[in-house]
């Protein structure tokens, strides 16, 4: 086993050094799915072609995600005599200035550096950046830093160092070090993965699964899917040591369609592996042998629930099945079965390396460790976070994502998918972990954080996620198939002005009974954003109902839109050239007013008015809409 391994660390290091340690240029390029939305693929060609067309050598290394989606694409050089330097933003020009002002001339361009202020201008060191500084990277520690495709970056790192050190240890001690260092499921449940690994270990029978979770389906979520497509191999590395951990013999990979990429790289991982000798039959002459596949699911939110991807796996319709048996004494195909979230067992091989111990004291004392979010919505700096678990909101959203942009108030952050809850500012200070979200009236779940400013209309905000819930019910269960459509039914009255005081009381009832009647964690936490959005913005609530309007002028039914005439310039026509139903005309005085009855409340004159005129208003209720007549042709 020794010899083996370290012939692939062997390689690995030599690689690395003659990287670091050479004379030519490393150009990282961030080509997870946000750097490729973002057009990493033609700032990608363009570096080539600038260094072909200047003969200059250099590395160009394709990575993944950094966390700093919001400055995709993102390219750091290492370039001989200089610090490593980030660059946000970077297009195709931007590329072939830096070829030629940086790589060929000397000069960084200082005007490009991710974090770089007038009032300095020392160049910006990683922990200079609040992402880095606040946080504390344990599962993404590698992501963005790699070549997700090259397994020997990987091994270079410290990769596939914890599983010959657990392949060294009985399986026992391995559950015992999980157990200690406290890991709860980082998909939403939190339950213990040490306890699990126990259960499934003393489960009768020879054939055991391990399956990785990756069906993330959450609006806004996407941190399984950048740990999959930014660093494959450390999910494989987790998943064998659990593997062997438990006994099992066979494993798979449960990623959703939509994700091509992750699929891709975790299937090219998977292959490696087996070539290195880390997967497949005798791991490193131990004995143990494993297995390892990807299954690609059809995209139904539901089977994020174990039981539900269990009968997907089988071929069967995705529904929850009653429980107990749970997976871990009868899973699939009736054999016990693990199913650890993605970030679960990315988290295993740094708790072998470093301890449980290590571990626990990360964290708090309920909920151990680190937590993932993808932060979205109305944030300077959206993107992925992980940090220690008791960090509070604040830090989170106004420390780490820089707060919300253009000078808006903060509002309320929605926690833990389309399931999770609506907490206002009030709620700022509460720690990030299971046990006080819960408290709150959030959840964890998987990690997805949706915050939402002033112009954010809670009635809507609720009525979008039960709209993605609801869609997504498999049907089984009457509470969740009817109740949630009865739920959406009244939701939607609200927002068009026709709710009434009775639809209030109906909100709550419909909304217990649908918690306490359905199977699964869909059902029941579906009206989650519901009874929280209720509960601390009772008021919208009200004003939609008894003065059918919104406060946040965001449901169109109660809203209209005109146009300000003493900020209206003359002869401007941006307003006009934009309106597909032609509802904005021009009045006597040459400036623009709307014609309440065409205007289809699309809101593109708010765009494309100028931002020095800011003439296009927005008001609710329809009535305080100035009216003016058009001219007569």
């Not at 070539?275 to 131990?286: E, F, K, M």
């Not at 004291?361 to 678990?389: Q, R, W």
């Not at 040459?590 to 208003?617: F, H, M, N, T």
Request: glycine share 10%; net charge negative.
């Amino acid at each position: 086993m020794k010899t083996r391994f370290e012939a692939i660390l062997q390689e690995a290091r030599k690689r690395r050094t003659e990287r670091k340690e050479g004379a030519i240029p490393n150009i990282y390029i961030g080509m997870a799915t946000c750097g490729l939305a973002s057009g990493a693929e033609a700032t990608r060609a363009a570096f080539e072609e600038t260094l072909s067309e200047r003969s200059i050598e250099a590395h160009i290394i394709p990575v993944g995600c950094l966390g700093h989606c919001y400055a995709e694409p993102l390219v750091v050089i290492e370039n001989p005599g200089f610090p490593p330097i980030y660059y946000h933003n970077v297009t195709p020009g931007k590329a072939r200035a830096l070829v030629r002002n940086f790589l060929e001339e000397g000069d960084p361009l200082f005007e490009f550096v991710l974090g770089a202020t007038e009032e300095n201008d020392l160049i910006p060191t990683v922990m200079d950046f609040p992402r880095f500084h606040l946080e504390k990277r344990v599962v993404m520690e590698k992501c963005g830093i790699i070549d997700p495709e090259d397994i020997h970056q990987y091994v270079a790192e410290g990769g596939y160092e914890s599983l010959v050190k657990a392949l060294r240890m009985p399986p026992s001690e391995v559950v015992k070090e999980v157990v200690e260092s406290g890991l709860r499921g980082r998909g939403g449940a939190g339950f213990p993965t040490g306890k699990k690994w126990e259960l499934a270990g003393k489960a009768a029978g020879e054939e055991k699964t391990v399956i990785c979770n990756g069906d993330e389906g959450d609006p806004g979520a996407y941190m399984d899917r950048t740990i999959l497509e930014s660093n494959p191999h450390q999910v494989l590395e987790g998943m064998a040591i659990c593997a062997y951990a438990v006994g099992a013999r066979r494993a798979l990979v449960y990623v959703r369609s939509e994700y091509p990429l992750a699929v891709k790289m975790m299937t090219k991982a998977i292959e490696q592996a087996r070539d290195a000798g880390l997967l497949g039959n005798d791991i490193l002459g131990t004995g143990f042998s494993l297995d390892v596949s990807v299954f690609q699911g059809s995209g139904a939110f539901v089977c994020g629930e174990e039981t539900a991807l269990i009968q997907s796996v089988e071929g069967k319709r995705g529904m929850p099945q009653f429980r107990p048996p749970y997976p871990v004494e009868q899973g699939l195909w009736d054999h016990p079965t693990v199913i650890n979230n993605v970030k679960t067992l990315a988290a295993v091989p740094a708790i072998l390396d470093k301890g449980g111990r290590w571990y626990r004291e990360i964290g708090t004392e309920g909920s151990p460790g680190t937590a993932i979010f993808s932060v979205v919505g109305k944030v300077v700096h959206p993107g992925l976070v992980e940090i220690p678990m008791g960090t509070t909101l604040r830090a989170l959203i106004f420390d780490i994502c820089g707060g919300i942009p253009k000078g808006k108030k903060f509002k309320a952050v929605q926690i833990g998918g389309p399931s999770g809850g609506c907490l206002p500012e009030s709620f700022l200070y509460t720690p990030v972990d299971f046990d006080s979200l819960t408290r709150a009236g959030a959840m964890m779940g998987s990690g997805g954080m949706v915050v939402m400013d002033e112009e954010s209309c809670m009635v809507n905000v609720a009525r979008y996620f039960l709209d993605f819930t609801q869609k997504e019910s498999c049907g089984k269960c009457t509470f969740c198939r009817i109740g949630t459509r009865h739920l959406l039914n009244v939701l939607d009255r609200l927002t068009r002005g026709e709710g009434k005081e009775e639809d209030l009381e109906l909100l709550e009832v419909l909304s217990e009974d649908i918690k306490n009647g359905s199977l699964c964690g869909l059902g029941k936490t579906a009206p989650n954003p519901v009874l929280t959005s209720l509960r601390y913005f009772r008021d919208e609530y009200e004003a939609h109902v008894r003065d059918k309007c919104c406060p946040a002028k965001m449901c169109r039914p109660l809203t209209a839109f005109y146009i300000d005439l003493e900020k209206c310039a003359r002869g401007c026509d941006a307003c006009v050239g934009c309106c597909p139903v032609e509802a904005i005309f021009t009045t006597k005085g040459r400036k623009k007013a709307v014609d309440q009855s065409l205007c289809v409340k699309c809101g593109e004159c708010v765009a494309a008015c100028p931002a020095e005129y800011d003439a296009v208003k927005r008001v609710s209720p329809p009535e305080l809409a100035p009216v003016i007549e058009r001219p007569r042709e």
